[in-house]
């Protein structure tokens, strides 16, 4: 379904993706790791059209990624989280997703609105402004929230769970697991948490230094020699 | 909602009702009051734009003199109905915005910068195209507004309704399109552009769509005013007055709220015509801007939310 070749990408002197591949099946559930400063973020953003490559090439279901602009990319069915949640503001929780669906689904189903807003537990904030009304757990619900609302097929989740507390992180984990298995999407999962990534993927892929370094199940990941060293090398707390 | 219906309800009863009622017959006063609301229709308009589209706008006296002009010239060379030739006027000046387009793509100042120069190139067009309007020269007896079931609009109180009227219609059309899916998206776009795109909406084409329609709304009130006053030449249709107050009543009144640049142009412009101008005959604009200096230290946001506060009602998003 998404097809990435050889992209590059560089911010100046500094190269933040080199030569990148991937792939990614419908329904497929990947995690995306690696040490701060990989890459990672940099790559959902050459996805969703926030930042351009300077070489390679990107399809999704065939279509060429690198001609259409940001919108249109969502149109398509590409949608994704922001590390640092971005609720659109002068607006409320509700609103935040009448305008993901409006533009991103192309359609009105305020039954649908009032089914996501369950799914994410943001059902007794709806009315909340959404910029300052939110904790920070709520923040990366809504950011899921505003993501599935664009009815997407493709969805990439940038440290949805980094900063929550054990129970919140668990809860989270069960409604990306529901919402994979009901909506039948594909995902991609960037998190520094190993746990995390074994509990949910089949599949991970490694960049480390703008490089992918290894693309195995978790399990084979993390027994991975050079992975672990990318890893310990990696600032604390990550 | 309540609250809002008897505001609106009250507010029709007192401009359709009252003020004609008040006024109707002291000719200076409500001819005062249709200019007022001449540059309250502006206002309107730069506040769609600049609270929706996020753009500052310092081209508006270029809608407003195109929109004349088409009008007039409609009217005078081709025989076209006032009313009719008014609309006309009005998609002129949405054409010409198209010749502006370009510069959405532009941030702030340069935006201004940009629609500055733009509406500086009228003025020359009207005053050296002299074959179609006569450079300037101007255009005498432009016709009035006609006489509709025995109502003269052409009189000073038939234009007070005729002028009240678009300025309704284009604050009507501002809430309604505020707080639809659009306006939503459009205020999302001021602080979250990125987010908001990343969702699928057009940031550009929205802010054209309020470039169009605020291009539109002037161009109409320009051409009501060019049948109103029946004269036009090209330093007053492109005058910066017609950038300048409407700007003015938008930030005193508060350009971040529909009813803002109403009030604030009716406060601006009566205040200026039946006070500071007897206090200080010349030079009153001088107090003029001291108003608008004192009104944003006291309330940045502008006289309505401040009203707003001391009634004290609570601020909700995009409501
Ligand atoms: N807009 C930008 N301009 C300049 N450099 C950038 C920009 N965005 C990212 N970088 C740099 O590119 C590299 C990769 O950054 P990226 O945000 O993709 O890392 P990441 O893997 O998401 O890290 P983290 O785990 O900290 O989120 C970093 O060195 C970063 O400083
Ligand atoms: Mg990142």
């Known amino acids: ?238 | 909602m309540q609250q809002r219906t008897i505001i609106t309800i009250g507010f029709v009863v007192l401009f359709y009702g009252a003020v004609p009622a008040a006024f109707g017959s002291t000719d200076y006063v409500i001819s005062s009051i249709v200019a007022a609301l001449t540059i309250a229709g502006t206002a309107v308009a730069w506040a769609l734009l600049g609270n929706l589209g996020g753009m500052v706008s310092f081209g508006h006296a270029a809608f407003f003199g195109v929109g004349a002009y088409v009008s007039a010239l409609l009217t005078m060379n081709a025989g076209w109905p006032v009313f009719a030739a008014i609309i006309a006027g009005g998609a002129g000046a949405s054409i010409a915005s198209v010749a502006i387009m370009p510069a959405l793509r532009l941030r702030g100042p340069y935006f201004a910068l940009a629609v500055l120069a733009y509406a500086g190139i009228f003025r020359i067009l009207a005053t050296e195209m002299e074959g179609i309007t006569r450079g300037a020269a101007g255009l005498l007896s432009i016709p009035r507004l006609p006489t509709i079931l025995g109502f003269d609009l052409g009189t000073n109180i038939g234009s007070y309704y005729v002028i009240l009227t678009i300025v309704l219609a284009a604050m009507a059309a501002y809430a309604w399109i505020r707080r639809s899916e659009i306006g939503f998206a459009l205020l999302a776009m001021h602080e979250t552009e990125d987010a908001t795109r990343i969702l699928g909406v057009p940031s550009t084409r929205l802010k054209a769509m309020m470039l169009v329609l605020s291009a539109f709304i002037t161009g109409i009130v320009g051409a009501f005013n060019a049948h109103h006053i029946s004269f036009l030449d090209p330093d007053y249709a492109f005058s910066g007055v017609w950038t300048v107050l409407p700007i003015v009543a938008a930030i005193f009144g508060g350009f971040r709220t529909v009813s803002g640049p109403f009030i604030g142009a009716l406060a601006i412009y009566l205040l200026d015509q039946f006070v500071f101008k007897s206090l200080l005959p010349t030079g009153h604009q001088i107090i003029l801007g001291a108003a608008l200096g004192t009104m944003i230290l006291l309330s940045p946001d502008g006289l309505v939310p401040l009203l707003g506060r001391g009634l004290g009602k609570k601020r909700h998003a995009a409501t």
Do not use: W
């Not at chain 1, 659109?88 to 189903?109: D, K, S």
């Not at chain 1, 799914?119 to 007794?124: D, M, Q």
């Open chain 1, 1 to 238: 379904m998404l097809r990435l070749e050889n992209i590059t990408v560089g911010f100046g002197g500094l190269t933040a993706l080199a030569n990148v591949t991937l792939e990614v099946g419908a329904r497929e559930l990947v995690g995306l790791v690696g040490p701060n400063g990989a890459g990672k973020t940099t790559l959902f953003n050459v996805i969703s059209g926030l930042a351009r490559p300077k070489a390679g090439t990107a399809s999704f279901n065939s279509v060429n990624l690198l001609r259409k602009p940001v919108q249109a990319r969502a149109r398509i069915g590409i949608a994704r989280t922001f590390q640092i949640p971005q609720p659109l503001h002068e607006l409320t929780v509700r609103q935040n997703l009448i305008v993901a669906q409006t533009f991103g689904a192309g359609h009105r189903n305020a039954r649908r609105i009032d089914e996501i807003l369950d799914f994410i537990g943001l059902k007794r904030k709806a009315e909340e402004n959404a910029a300052d009304g939110l904790a920070l757990s709520e923040h990366k619900a809504l950011e899921v929230g505003k993501a599935l609302a664009t009815e997407p097929k493709l969805i990439l989740l940038d440290e949805v769970l980094a900063g929550l507390e054990t129970a919140g992180k668990r809860q989270f984990m069960q409604t990306l697991k529901r919402m994979h298995q009901e909506a039948g999407l594909a995902i991609i999962i960037i998190e520094h948490d190993i746990e995390t990534i074994l509990a949910l993927c089949q599949r991970a892929v490694v960049l480390d230094f703008g490089k992918v370094i290894a693309d195995q199940t978790p399990e084979e990941i993390f027994r991975n020699p050079a992975v672990m060293r990318s890893y310990t090398g990696a600032t604390p707390g990550a």
